[in-house]
């Protein structure tokens, strides 16, 4: 069982920047595959980005690409999500999952274990 709690999210301008984190309980946090979903008022949860184990390999979203960076300190059972040059599109509520079969896969069905989620806000 793993237990994941967002924080970070909140309300900036466009262009500003946010980072979000992800706790995680449990000894064998790096095991899971980890990743970050967003979720727009209206729409389908979205792939933003994910991160092995080890976090030596990532992945994003095109939507994404460039301007947000996916890490890991599993020392501290945590990932991060950089959010860089926001968009007011970018405004969603945003999720960290874990992946226990280690799929890399970009479908939220593939991951077992998701946290409550954080708002963030990108005003024009």
């Known amino acids: 069982q793993v237990q994941l709690v967002e924080s970070g999210g909140g309300l900036v301008q466009a262009g500003g920047s946010l980072r979000l984190s992800c706790a995680a309980s449990?000894?064998?946090?790096?095991?899971?595959?980890m990743g970050w979903f967003r979720q727009a008022p209206g729409k389908e949860r979205e792939f933003v980005a994910l991160?092995?184990?080890?976090?030596?390999?990532?992945r994003y979203a095109d939507s994404v690409k460039g301007r947000f960076t996916i890490s890991r300190d599993n020392a501290k059972n945590t990932v991060y999500l950089q959010m860089n040059s926001l968009k007011p599109e970018d405004t969603a509520v945003y999720y960290c999952a874990a992946d226990g079969s280690r799929s890399y896969s970009m479908r939220p069905s593939e991951y077992d274990y998701w946290g409550q989620g954080t708002q963030v806000t990108v005003s024009s």
């Open positions: 991160i092995s184990g080890s976090g030596g390999s990532t």
């Open positions: 449990g000894r064998t946090f790096s095991s899971y595959v």
